[in-house]
């Protein structure tokens, strides 16, 4: 039995929060894994947050991430070899418009889902480039660096990021699609780096030439960041996976050079900056070569070049690219120090959620609101008592765990350090999800034609993706074990009733669970034509809930809540299966009892009926509270019949109170506040 949960003990949340969800590429629409390993978690705790601190204290703020070299190389195939004849701007504006539609499909409503290209945002989103990078100028903190830039010289150019195809050289990474300077798992490398370059365009090995860039010194920032990290681990809101990652990139500089080359190494080691040797331990394949910074780890890349000898870095902190020289980006100021060049789309994607908060704050105040302006962006993110939870892959952690707070840190506007919920990938059938695999995953918008959102969004929500790496395995597509139709199409899950469908799992809880308890409230006083019973009056029945049915309710809220502190949403999503399930026996216990009782004594069992449906009122509307963020629809449809406004029914002020003191909250008397009359056979959540 899990020890009781006190009041004294209840998480302190901030006055105003942002809510943000990584950002998807403007080259295609969204992928079953970014919906629901990150938008639908990131929608779920907005909501929470609404309820519990206001609506009008949280902005849910994302957009499509609309630069860069993989939406230039996409558009590029796609005008050249099938004959696209609209403008990048265009196609990155109808890709955008398809995300929108796919998260609007799965009821998730973002305060503020833009483009960091598109209006309203691209102008807002060009001046917040230019003062982030002014600003880390004025710091002291970039640097113009000329480094090497694949060059093709048969297609006679220079390569963008996604134009260059090898595999990854980090120590311990089997990723074979790394691309210029990172690969598909999110690993930071230099171009020399890369092992077995082509050139997309001519499949040739392309040269490297020097360019010059502006740079971010995050070795810099290494004690910080080593401070930092220390700090979250005894941090019960911060995840294992984001300690454990960050953890990874704070390694002294390091190569691995595998025990073949050890000849050729000693004959030129002579030649390497200051380093120290380690040995291989046991059956090793490889020795280490340690390096006092990057500087010289760099360096010594020609050398081992030169005499043949072949290594593997270590993850390790090294200048973080600022700008870049492809076209397609958000121009950056020429007093950066160089001149023509664009901004990289890493660093712009993090204060891109910025940009987006200075868009919705506009709004308001082009609403005649006159609450907020553009300018008020610091009261959501350098306030102390504001806070942002990032909700993101777990290949983005280097970036927003490492590169972004090192760079919040130097700018020195006391920006907040945000909450990263990192979630580990939702894998399909078993396996990473690929477009390339024997089975491809299904768009995110077309799981919509074989499930309800509400189905999906508990499913999702139940796998505890911030624990492990989990598979969606929809019978709907699971031609494995459900074979195919004979018309070659797949054979959904309902035409074989042997096959369980795990997506449905979660659905018997709101079905057959959720829906019983609220149908049976509001039927339960419902009035009856001639029936002169006490009980059907057609409003929430006064009275004070049984001490047991308070206690389940207290305990369900504080345990609910302490979850989502601990950013534990499959916890919190247990706490209301499990609460749910209770109510509903106790429902069917009391009711049955209360019907035996009128057979003998129809007075005593009406006492025993209204009774029953005061507790049933009370955990029906705790648990309304509690679903809200999961399952949104039907929980708005259960506070319609309430006949309660959503933002009084929904608020947390008033949730540990009775039901009659609610009721009193909103000027009427216990007994008085009348529901709306349910139809016949209703159901809150059909599918």
Same mark, same amino acid.
């Given at each position: 039995m899990a020890p009781k949960l006190s009041i004294d003990s209840r998480p302190t949340w901030p006055r105003r929060a942002i809510v943000t969800a990584g950002m998807p590429y403007g080259n295609k629409n969204l992928h079953f894994g970014h919906v629901g390993g990150v938008f639908i978690p990131a929608d779920f705790y907005a909501r929470f947050l609404r309820d519990r601190i206001g609506r009008e204290n949280v902005l849910f703020v994302s957009g499509t991430d609309c630069y860069g070299s993989p939406i230039m190389e996409s558009y590029r195939k796609l005008h050249d070899e099938q004959g696209y004849e609209r403008c990048i701007a265009d196609y990155v504006e109808a890709n955008h418009d398809r995300q929108a539609a796919t998260l609007a499909g799965y009821e998730v409503e973002p305060d503020f889902f833009g483009g960091s290209a598109l209006e309203p945002a691209v102008h807002v989103h060009e001046q917040m480039t230019d003062e982030i990078i002014l600003r880390l100028k004025e710091r002291g903190v970039l640097e113009k660096r000329a480094t090497k830039q694949f060059y093709d010289p048969k297609a006679g150019q220079f390569l963008n990021g996604r134009q260059v195809i090898g595999r990854c050289p980090i120590q311990g990474c089997k990723s074979e699609k790394a691309y210029a300077d990172e690969c598909d798992l999110g690993h930071q490398f230099e171009p020399e780096e890369l092992i077995a370059p082509k050139s997309a365009l001519t499949g040739e090995t392309p040269e490297l030439r020097p360019v010059d860039n502006i740079y971010f010194d995050l070795p810099a920032y290494l004690d910080f960041l080593k401070r930092y990290t220390r700090g979250l681990e005894g941090d019960e809101t911060v995840r294992p996976v984001v300690v454990k990652t960050l953890e990874e990139w704070l390694n002294p500089p390091q190569l691995y050079i595998q025990n073949k080359f050890r000849e050729a190494f000693d004959a030129i080691e002579g030649q390497l900056p200051p380093h120290t040797v380690t040995e291989p331990e046991g059956n090793k394949s490889s020795f280490t070569v340690t390096f006092p910074s990057w500087r010289e780890r760099d360096a010594a890349h020609e050398v081992l070049g030169a005499a043949g000898v072949r290594f593997r870095s270590g993850k390790a902190l090294v200048p973080f690219r600022i700008t870049g020289n492809i076209s397609w980006g958000v121009p950056v100021t020429d007093e950066c120090g160089c001149a023509g060049l664009t901004c990289w789309v890493w660093p712009e994607s993090l204060w891109a959620p910025i940009s987006f908060t200075r868009t919705a704050l506009g709004a308001d105040e082009a609403a005649g609101a006159h609450r907020w302006s553009t300018d008020d962006w610091r009261a959501w993110w350098c306030d102390p008592d504001a806070h942002v939870y990032q909700f993101i892959g777990q290949d983005n952690i280097y970036f927003y765990g490492i590169a972004q707070t090192a760079m919040w840190e130097a700018l020195g506007w006391n920006m907040q350090q945000s909450t990263l919920v990192a979630n580990y990938h939702v894998l399909y059938m078993g396996k990473k999800a690929s477009s390339s695999s024997k089975t491809p995953p299904p768009p995110a918008s077309e799981l919509l034609d074989h499930y309800s959102a509400e189905q999906l969004r508990a499913h999702f929500l139940s796998l505890g993706l911030g624990e492990k790496p989990v598979s969606f395995s929809p019978k709907a597509y699971d031609t494995r074990e459900t074979?195919? +139709?004979? =018309? #070659?199409?797949?054979?959904?899950?309902? =035409? =074989?009733?042997?096959?369980?469908?795990?997506?449905?799992?979660?659905?018997?809880?709101?079905?057959? $669970?959720? +829906?019983?308890? *609220?149908?049976?409230?509001?039927? #339960? $006083?419902?009035?009856? !034509?001639? =029936?002169?019973? *006490?009980?059907?009056? #057609?409003?929430?029945? &006064?009275?004070? &809930?049984?001490? !047991? $049915? *308070? !206690?389940?309710?207290?305990?369900? $809220?504080?345990a609910f809540e302490q979850a989502m502190w601990r950013t534990e949403l499959h916890r919190a999503l247990g706490v209301c299966d499990a609460y749910l399930r209770a109510a509903n026996k106790r429902w069917s216990d009391a009711s049955k009892a209360a019907k035996a009782v009128q057979k003998e004594d129809q007075a005593a069992g009406d006492a025993l009926m209204h009774q029953a449906l005061v507790d049933a009122f009370l955990e029906l509307r705790v648990a309304t509270v509690l679903m809200h963020g999961i399952v949104p629809a039907g929980c708005e449809l259960i506070c319609e019949y309430f006949g309660i406004a959503p933002e009084t029914f929904f608020s947390w002020e008033h949730l540990l109170d009775p039901m009659d003191a609610f009721v009193g909250s909103l000027g009427e008397e216990p007994g008085a506040h009348r529901v709306k009359t349910l139809p016949p056979r209703f159901d809150f959540f059909s599918f």
């Open positions: 074979g195919k +139709n004979p =018309d #070659g199409t797949a054979l959904l899950a309902r =035409d =074989d009733m042997r096959v369980i469908d795990p997506v449905l799992k979660e659905g018997t809880l709101l079905t057959g $669970v959720f +829906n019983r308890l *609220a149908r049976s409230c509001f039927y #339960g $006083v419902a009035e009856k !034509e001639g =029936d002169p019973s *006490a009980v059907r009056t #057609g409003c929430i029945p &006064a009275g004070a &809930a049984t001490p !047991e $049915v *308070a !206690e389940a309710a207290e305990q369900a $809220v504080l």
